[in-house]
């Protein structure tokens, strides 16, 4: 059971329809199979409206955006360990 | 007096907290609660049990029950914690009433999201979980002419390969146009799409579930897709994990975008003394800081040692992923780590791709079998940021691995490129995929730049 409000909704839309437009791209470029065409006002919302406006968005927004939702990125992460100097 | 911790769920995160707690406080009254008749056995190896390349259920029993009993864990068996009380530190066990605790692990996993389509009340869904059910279900098969398998999500690829391997009549339905859509490449995935039509498997793809179709005994007999009926004896449900955050949903723990709970480096929610592991946890990616939900066993268990640890009094952190990945799917094993091109595209992320068709020993070595691997890397730096791979099984997984070692640490494609690889004509080829794979994306760039 998941339901987590707005940002429940909008991360597993655009996340849904954004996978679609991906393929759809790569289809296009490289002839892979194509998603079935968008019906319905919800999907040629999400797939006409939605996925192009955010892919002219430039990646810093975007991904200021994501960092703006609720979630566990927001809590403390260490950072990758780094090499400190010679082990030996 | 010992402290006492809770842990709700007996899969691979409760159990791994359990270990952990009593690694770092080996005094700690440690109780688990689980609603299975078992704990310490691998779901994810029950496909391969119906598939026929595991004899028999018993092996993916990795302990006895008297294990727990004599590592002084206290597992309580078909046991439901039905509540959480975070203020006054309790919680609500069926038939046993308000349970205090002085910490709290919930470890209570994940649910296949609800096909939401009319008959999921008919008998013949299988919903692949629960070891007990699988061995009833293992008799089922053993009898079905013919099998849905609803959307080829990980499971899904693995049980259309084990239904075909049983000789059952196995279609797959999906509403994306390739398998494994939401997280492998079109390309990765063409080659097991051939080794299951030369399996015999039925693939619908762009198709979506609309309702089960019953007979009047109240049993499955097709499913109603966009594409028309497909008449079936047993229908496999293998939509995607939700997090089973309902406790602590209600216990007023904070959940993030993907529903499920919001934990630190050290597992902690936003509630004292409250950790929480496994698939009812979301993790941030390592790149993008996305979280994401639903990763995989070993996740699970390390995840499950964190929180356990720091509830035990210790100090413990688990980091950002990267998710490596790998699986068999009809006569091939496909993997990856981080990224791919669907997802990249998806997420907008511009990459230059490096890509190699190579071997995985000598090619005069006798069992040499095909790798192809491609690389996706930031477009300047060349920083590595995904990797997928298909290949004949050989050094699949070990590569994803690698590859999400050398995401992690930030490596080009040069310095893969340039890197050392073992070369021996049983195990090793003399070109290693990779550092071909990675030379041609450096040389893809500079015809870009």
Redesign the interface.
Known sequence: ????GF??W??SNS?HY??????Q???KE?G?????PPKGAKEIFWLKVFAPT??V?P?PL??RI??A??????????A?P?SQGPAV | MPRKTVIIGGGAAGLGSAGGVKAADPTADVVVYTENEDVAYSPCGIPYVHGGEIPDFERLFLAGKQAYVDAGIDVHYETAVTAIDTAAKTVTVAGEGAVAYDQLIIATGW?YADPGVPGGELSGLYYVKNIRRAMEWDKVISETKSAVVVEAGPLGLEMVTALAHRGVETHLIDP???AL??MA???IM?PVEDSWRELGVHLH??TTLEAFLGDDDGKVRAVQTSGGEIAADLVVISTHK?????LA?AAGI???????I????RMKTSAPDVWAAGDV????H?L????LQGLTGSHAYAQGKTAGTNAGGGDR?Y??VYVPWGTPAGKWVIGGASFG???A??????YVKGEAQGISRARYYPGVQPVRVKLLAEPGTLRLIGAQMVGGGEGIKERADFLAQAI???MTLHDLSTMENVYSPAIGALNEPIVVAATNGVAESKKKA
Do not use: C
Request: net charge positive; charged share 20%.
């Open positions: 059971m998941a339901g987590t940002f429940g909008l991360r996340e954004l996978l679609i437009a991906a393929h791209k790569l289809a490289q892979s199979p194509a998603p079935r955010y892919a968005l990646w975007r991904s994501m960092r939702m609720p979630g566990s990125h927001r809590q403390t992460w260490a990758p780094r | 649910n994306n146009p390739y859509a939401m490449d079109p390309d063409k793809f762009n939700t997090p089973e955050n309902s949903k904070k959940l993030g975008s993907t529903g499920a919001i934990v630190d480096e946890v979301e993790i941030p390592g993008t800081r996305t979280p952190a980091r950002a091109e669907a997802t595209t998806a997420l907008g992320i511009p992690r640490f930030g």
